[in-house]
């Protein structure tokens, strides 16, 4: 089975320092979506991709958070500087989406990574 | 203004029993579609089941069913003969048309099966 993959899957962190969360999507998929998800919140969408452009990360602190997709098979999430309120689960997401369809394609999510800032 | 409400943050069930979770969502696109996800205790997020807006018929799969009413915009998930492993949080989801390919969630509701 095609899978979403994340890494790393825990990371443990002091307040100030940079992190970047990785996600490789499924292959032939052309979206690709990043969540946090905390027991207060939620899951809130940060931001997402279509065919590797940004379409929207108004979910995002832009201030510290960034998004980026170097190429088809690599999002990247960073944080800099990190704070103890960014602690939450990270996950990943891949789809596809096709023009004109109303959007039947589930999205596939990775196993998230756990940020714990301190 | 939330676009999706799951307005039972937790249901205790008895084993084999049928339980149906609440979601209820506001669009004022045509097009959408709605998807239940659920996620077990180790944290996974597991796709269940999709309704698009034009279905006309309800969606099942498997134990999985969803009760869509387009007029009342609700899309409530049945499990029916519930089991200890259906114990988890569901949550609900839109993707609307006019949203490119954005997918919301609901706040999520957590089932506890009893035994």
């Known amino acids: 089975d095609a899978r979403v993959t994340q890494t790393p899957r825990h990371k443990v962190t002091e307040m100030g320092q940079e992190v970047t969360m990785r996600c490789q999507p499924i292959l032939g998929h052309n979206t690709v979506f990043w969540y946090r998800q905390t027991m207060m919140q939620g899951l809130e969408l940060l931001a997402y991709f279509r065919n590797r452009a940004p379409l929207d990360d108004s979910g995002m602190p832009k201030d510290r958070f960034s998004a980026e997709m170097p190429d088809a098979t690599l999002a990247t999430l960073k944080i800099q500087p990190s704070e103890p309120r960014d602690s939450a689960v990270y996950f990943c997401?891949?789809?596809?989406?096709?023009?004109?369809?109303?959007?039947?394609?589930?999205?596939?999510f990775g196993n998230g990574t756990r940020l714990t800032v301190t | 203004a939330q676009k999706i409400t799951q307005t039972q943050p937790g249901m205790f069930v008895q084993e084999k029993e049928a339980v149906t979770l609440d979601c209820t969502y506001d669009t004022s696109d045509q097009s959408y579609g709605l998807f239940w996800y659920k996620q077990p205790s180790s944290g996974e997020m597991i796709f269940l089941i999709y309704?698009?807006?034009?279905?006309?018929q309800n969606a099942t799969e498997g134990r999985y069913s969803l009760n869509f009413q387009k007029a009342r915009k609700s899309a409530n998930l049945v499990i029916s003969a519930s089991q200890l492993g259906d114990s988890a949080m569901y949550f609900c989801?839109?993707?609307?048309?006019?949203?490119?390919?954005?997918?919301?969630f609901g706040s999520g509701t957590r089932l506890s099966i009893r035994p």
């Open positions: 309704q698009g807006s034009y279905d006309e």
């Open positions: 989801a839109m993707r609307e048309a006019s949203s490119a390919s954005k997918i919301i």
């Open positions: 997401a891949s789809g596809l989406v096709l023009e004109g369809a109303y959007y039947n394609s589930p999205l596939h």
